[in-house]
């Protein structure tokens, strides 16, 4: 857990609790799943705490934008984190797709997470536009194929959160 909340400063590049990040552990494999709406990020950039340096933000800023694009108004931050349970070791270079599913509107949305580094951190993350407020559902699928000779192995976890009026 304390790897997710280092990488979602990392994201945002603040010190904001982040009351959205959750820990969730599939047949050996944590999964640490975070979501940050565009507009805290925003928010928080602007904010520049003094425990962050102008270099560190100019950082956050530029690896914000070279990760997947600046996201937009309306959008969220989704964040997976992968690591084997036993020795800790983040796991790298997998698929993993997220599907968010409103459970008050008819809208479900997918996306394959794209690779994401900052120092020693590991992740995965994508933006997502949702649409409503309300009780999402977070699937997320996990392709391993680093951990298995051939092929790979396919798992699955749920996530929920609950997203605020705009």
Not at 114 to 131: A, H, I, Q, S, V
């Amino acid at each position: 857990m304390k790897k997710m909340i280092l990488i979602c400063l990392f994201i945002a590049g603040l010190l904001v609790p982040y009351a959205l990040a959750e820990e969730k552990v599939v047949d050996e494999i944590v999964v640490d799943f975070g979501i940050i709406s565009w507009e805290d990020m925003q928010a928080g950039s602007k904010e520049k705490p003094a425990t962050h340096t102008e270099e560190y933000h100019r950082k956050m800023a530029k690896a914000m934008s070279e990760m997947h694009g600046r996201g937009g108004k309306g959008e969220y931050h989704v964040m997976v984190m992968l690591k084997e349970k036993l020795s800790g070791q983040q796991i790298k270079n997998e698929n993993v797709w997220v599907t968010a599913v409103s459970q008050t509107a008819p809208e479900t949305i997918t996306h394959k997470l794209k690779p994401m580094t900052m120092d020693e951190y590991y992740g995965y993350g994508e933006f997502f536009k949702l649409n409503f407020q309300g009780l999402y559902v977070f699937q997320v699928k996990i392709d391993l194929t680093s951990m298995v000779p051939r092929g790979a192995i396919t798992r699955r976890i749920e996530f929920e959160r609950k997203i605020p009026p705009k």
